[in-house]
């Protein structure tokens, strides 16, 4: 099946700093998402992004489909931004339309 | 409009139990995907509902089941209850047309310890 991995594992930042996350994945999506989940375990949705570029805020992501990668780049960050960012894809071979492979995740903290 | 709900929210279970979790998926949502996070091995999709029929299935043991009636809820049972099923249960819905499946949207989760 697809493959995901997403760098770097663990980011600390002062508030107000920059951060971009990387998805890289291995073979073609149909789907593309960015999840932030929060202390008690919710998945948020910020990004439906197989391909191409969207701003959200102080988010945005973007997905080069062709060299198999999506990077989320977060703006002055804050504190509440802290928690697990996951990327996950659906494609592949055995492409079913639902079954989302899900990265490892990046784990940022945001200090005061 | 409402978002997904899924109860119950916790449960404790006992090895050998059964277990029967919910979820209610957003209004006009008729695919109802279920995953299970854990510590070890991340985030995995158990399995997806459409139109009452179960359409994708991941790589868990028969011992996970599950269902989706006529108003699109689903529930998923686990039979004979393990230590390793203790887990964060997810559920998503979405919209699908076909093998299209729009953004996928997730309930808070249910968490089940079995001791």
């Known amino acids: 099946g697809i493959q995901v991995e997403q760098s770097p594992p663990d980011l600390i930042l002062q508030e107000g700093a920059n951060s971009t996350l990387r998805c890289n994945f291995s073979?073609?999506?149909?789907?593309l998402q960015w999840f932030h989940q929060n202390p008690w375990g919710q998945l948020i949705n910020l990004f439906y992004?197989?391909?191409g570029t969207k701003q959200n805020g102080r988010l945005s992501a973007t997905t080069v489909a062709t060299e198999r990668y999506s990077l989320l780049y977060i703006s002055s960050s804050q504190t509440t931004d802290s928690g697990v960012y996951f990327c996950a894809v659906e494609g592949g071979r055995e492409t079913s339309g639902s079954r989302l492979t899900f990265g490892e995740g990046t784990q940022l903290t945001v200090n005061p | 409009k409402a978002g997904v709900t899924q109860t119950p929210r916790y449960l404790i279970k006992t090895r050998g139990q059964q277990v029967t979790l919910s979820c209610s998926p957003i209004?006009?949502?008729?695919?109802v995907s279920w995953y299970q996070q854990t510590p070890g091995q991340g985030l995995q999709f158990l399995f997806e509902?459409?139109?009452?029929?179960?359409?994708n299935k991941g790589n868990f043991p028969g011992r996970f089941s599950g269902r989706q009636f006529s108003n699109s809820r689903s529930e998923m049972n686990v039979s004979t209850l393990e230590l390793g099923d203790s887990a964060l249960y997810l559920c998503?819905?979405?919209?699908?047309?076909?093998?299209?499946?729009?953004?996928?949207?997730f309930g808070p989760g249910t968490r089940l310890l079995v001791l």
């Open positions: 509902y459409f139109s009452e029929t179960q359409r």
């Open positions: 073979d073609s999506v149909n789907n």
């Open positions: 209004s006009g949502h008729r695919s």
């Open positions: 992004i197989p391909s």
């Open positions: 998503a819905s979405s919209f699908r047309q076909g093998n299209v499946v729009g953004s996928q949207y």
